[in-house]
């Protein structure tokens, strides 16, 4: 399985996900703005990755602070964690892992700034390491909704790639196959960055998995066939009441499968939800360059002077929610807010 992010020696490597699958290429972050970049410019994506990547970025930032007073010390973390959070605004995980550090420096005021920046290096590492367990986790939740001889369609990349490691909605498919299944996936190519064709297809290859890309605007007549037994993706944040958002034309995925009375299942971790928000409309959604759009390996596609919307999320509200897989267990519907076992 190929690593999305690790550290070594005073560096933060990233796998450049832009360039896969022709290029298996390690970035260098060397700085917290290197990292802020790569988030942004989606070399490392998906929302547990950039869970990581937030946390190793602050931690690397943090070396950087020169002062031995406390309070100077936290102001200039605080300003870090600050330009962090908007690096990316729809992943939960990105925030959730910002606000983790927050608390390491918070709680460690007796503590002088070289102990601080020890710990904050700690729990990145931690972190990452607890990623890829939860994953291996809502892998095992989700095998009982997985029969086997299923074809699954799955949207973007919700993968190794997307995480620490194992991936959540293909870490579900993942173990799956290792329980022995006999199961083959359709992905969407999933314009414009292409996830679904790029890394999904990429990491089932890898893992010897059949799998067969799809253009998007295909899922809805393999749905209609029933040729599609489950589909399932991951989530970029949840909101109390079950909504959540997750890479574009998920919304019209998930409207399809309840149409054909087709399951639509979520896999995602606990630092997905955002117990602050009662609904989906609530989720900021990221819109993004036009050129994305208009623009497909470098070749422009349409007239001179052409203009796109760009959103990388839509919001599918929980009613088409079959069920939502977590590390603690497979959530029904009806979804209810502020549930203890939702606290992470
Ligand atoms: O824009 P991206 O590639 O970061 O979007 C990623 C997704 O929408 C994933 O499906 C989601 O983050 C779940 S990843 C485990």
């Known amino acids: 399985m190929i690593p999305t992010i690790k550290w070594e020696d005073a560096f933060i490597y990233i796998i450049d996900q832009r360039k896969l699958p022709g290029k298996k290429e390690w970035l260098v972050c060397r700085t917290l703005q290197d990292v802020i970049t790569a988030i942004r410019e989606m070399a490392i994506r998906g929302a547990p990755a950039i869970g990581v990547a937030a946390a190793m ?13 406390y309070e100077t010390f936290k102001k200039r973390f605080l300003e870090m964690a600050g330009q962090m959070k908007l690096a990316r605004p729809t992943a939960a995980n990105l925030r959730w892992a910002v606000e983790k550090m927050i608390r390491i420096v918070e ?36 095998l009982q909704l997985i029969p086997d001889k299923a074809t699954i369609l799955t949207h973007c990349n919700a993968g190794a790639l997307a995480t620490g490691g ?6 579900v498919i ?13 992905v969407d190519e999933t314009r414009p ?14 893992e010897h998995i059949p799998v067969t890309v799809i253009v998007d605007s295909a899922a809805g007549y393999l749905l209609r066939k029933k040729t599609i037994d489950l589909v399932i993706t991951g989530a970029d944040r949840i909101a109390s009441n079950g909504d959540m958002a997750n890479k574009i034309g998920s919304y019209q995925l998930a409207v399809l499968a309840k149409e054909n009375h087709i399951p639509f299942y979520v896999a995602a971790p606990l630092s997905t939800f955002d117990l602050t928000l009662e609904e989906g409309d609530q989720i900021p959604i990221e819109e993004r360059d036009p050129k994305e759009v208009v623009t ?12 796109a919307f760009n959103p990388a999320f839509d919001i599918t509200p929980a009613g088409y929610i079959s069920a939502i897989i977590t590390e603690q267990r497979v959530l029904r519907p009806p979804f209810s807010p502020g549930k203890r076992w939702l606290i992470s």
């Open 107 to 142: 709680i460690m005021n007796h503590n002088t700034a070289e102990e601080i920046k020890g710990a904050l290096k700690k729990e990145s590492q931690i972190i990452l390491e607890r990623d890829i367990e939860i994953n291996q986790k809502i892998g095992q939740n989700g």
């Open 166 to 171: 194992y991936g959540t909605a293909l870490g």
């Open 296 to 307: 497909l390996a470098g070749q422009k596609l349409g007239p001179e002077g052409l203009s």
């Open 193 to 206: 960055l292409l996830q679904g064709i790029r890394l999904t297809a990429f990491e089932l290859i890898e």
């Open 57 to 69: 970025g602050l931690a690397l930032g943090s070396q950087t602070i020169k002062t031995k007073n």
């Open 174 to 186: 993942r173990a799956a196959h290792e329980a022995g299944k006999d199961i083959r996936v359709f």
